[in-house]
């Protein structure tokens, strides 16, 4: 049969060769009825994938079947539409799905410079013709969604400044619709009323109304503003206000703090621009700009201003509706500054500082994780003491020294002598109000914070290199890793018995903040110091681990101070599990700080009222006020 077959074939050879043609053919055509090859499909599309890398329309066109003439110009489009910096099309196994025709799956890839790598899968067909393969090519070569006469694009909007979130998503700054309060001094009848009014419709507002009258030379006819707030509270607020002679309200949008207030020294406010802001930042910024003042809006000013929403899209036409938003990406900021301030927990704390007058902080820490939940400072218009401030922790540090005596082997049971005054080193120490407990326990020399009694153990028992050592467990001598500036505990060695014996009760030349001794507080509840950080993207830092063994007792005897000692004003109804420390600082001259440093479920936290007198007596009842609307803020969790 083959040699019938061969023999065929050389009779219609010549045949051919009769008609002036001559066919060359080879045995194995005559078997397979296949036509001679010369090129492969897979390295036809390796080509032309290769050309479309370089840009090279010309070698595309010749490996293309009747390469249509939209062919160049959609390319050319797509480059000059997508304004990448890199291409690149990656074929994968072909799939034959017939005599002659293959599938090549390829993987697009196009990187832009401000929009990073977008990624798409199309198909390309080749066929083969004569012995020949050749891209079969349609528009969905390009991209599976391109139709004839789309579009590609690459749009950038300008953003407005972007908020500041809490951990939750809220936002603590960020546009919203506010009433902006103030007056028209040709209209005023009584200046003192109108001070009054502001003050009591919005607290602190009167000083700011009092400022702009005394200015002097006030023009009839024109609206001085004193305070914006968000919508609702703004039309509160004008309720109260509208039937005072003189003033008035404007309605508008800007950029406003969750409430009035809320988070302030922590979040910033924004401002129009002095002229020493507009040098410092330069270019883009214009007189008439806001700009962040103080806090986070400061410290990240350029993030929250300079970003761009960069969207590569396809488009029905040229300039006409979007089909298919390729990719999407932020360029040159951020789409939100991420804190780890917990709205409930803020605003308990907010709430606790109603209607106090006065120079205070608090602060509430995440025992967990170190993350900051709330931070508050008062006055307003003053510094973020909470941060920043520099104090004597008094008896609050009475924590660390009974973390050391238990880790010496001492036990809350243990007999202590608790006179009303000792001398220790040549330094004379008594204990507020004349306390005398005689021998007593050391639980109950805490629980009603005995000077005489952790100023003798201090010496006898610990020694200046345990103190010390126990005040680095519990973070002493490190700075926060924040944003904002931050202050956090220093505790420098005892230089002396006498110096020793001081700083035992928290005196001498230690030094904290609030922040810090709300992380101590969070230490004594898990046995575990984590540094305190702000931001979501912040890793925790390096924890310290409390001596071992000892927790369980640390927190009883912290307990204690709360129901049988004297910070019993921080007990709410029922067993809250409330634990913690008074504290009575001396500062310099007769100015003495009252603190309570404590713990509540998962989080620690310290209150200060700045020479404020006693701790049991002033900040302890901020601290049950603290507790009680936390219980109420955070209902229903767990």
Known sequence: ?????????????????????????????????????????????????????????????????????????TYEQFAEGLEYRELRATAREQDQVADGRVRTPVDVTVVGEDYGEISWEVELELLRERGQWGVSWAPNAVHPSLRPGMAFEVVREELDRAPILASGGEELAGEQSLVTLGFEPGTVQDTELLVEAFEEAVPGSGETVTRILGRGNLVDGWFYPVTTLPAEPGAEAWGRLRGVRGTLQRSGTGRALLDQGFAQHVVGRVDEATAEQLERLGEPYEVGDEVGQFGLEAVFERELVDA?????????????????????????????????????????????????????????????????????????????????????????????????LLASGLEPASEVACPDRVVVGGLAVPNAGGLDLGTTSLQQALADSCNTTFAALAASELGADALTAAAERFGFG???????????????????????????????????????????????????WRPPHLMETDTPGDARQLSGGILEDLRRML???????????????????????????????????????????????????????SGSEVAAPLAGRLVDELQVQLAGDG
């Open 559 to 613: 307990r204690a101070v709360v129901t049988d000692g004297n910070g019993t004003a921080a007990e709410v109804s029922g067993d809250s599990g409330v634990e913690g420390k008074t504290g009575t600082a001396q500062a310099s001259g007769d100015v003495e700080h009252a603190w309570f440093v404590g713990s509540w479920e998962q989080y620690g936290f310290a209150v200060l009222v700045e020479n404020g007198g």
């Open 478 to 528: 490190t700075e926060p890793a924040l944003p904002l500036a931050a202050f956090g505990g220093s505790f420098p060695t005892p230089a002396d018995t006498a110096e020793l014996a001081a700083a035992a009760f928290g005196q001498a030349r230690v030094e904290v903040s609030p922040l810090h001794l709300a992380s101590v507080a969070a230490a004594a509840r898990s046995g575990v």
């Open 1 to 73: 049969m083959k040699d019938l077959l061969i023999a065929i074939v050389a009779l219609c050879a010549l045949a051919g060769a009769a008609y002036g043609g001559w066919w060359l053919l080879t045995e194995s055509d005559v078997l397979t009825g296949g036509e001679a090859e010369v090129a492969d499909p897979a390295e036809t599309a390796t080509d032309f994938l290769a050309a479309w890398e370089a840009g090279d329309h010309d070698r595309m066109v010749e490996l293309t079947r009747a390469a249509p003439e939209s062919m160049v110009p």
């Open 308 to 404: 761009v929403r960069v969207q590569v899209v396809l488009r029905e036409r040229p300039g006409g509706p979007v089909r298919e938003v390729l990719g999407e990406s932020l360029s040159g900021g951020t789409d939100a500054v991420r804190t780890t301030l917990d709205v409930r927990v803020q605003r308990a704390v907010e709430n606790a500082l109603t209607g106090f007058d006065g120079e205070a902080a608090i602060v509430v820490v995440d025992a967990a994780d170190g993350a900051i939940r709330a931070s508050a400072s008062r006055p307003l218009s003053g510094y973020n003491r909470a941060f920043e401030g520099r104090y004597p922790p008094g008896s609050t540090f009475k924590i660390v020294t009974a973390e050391a």
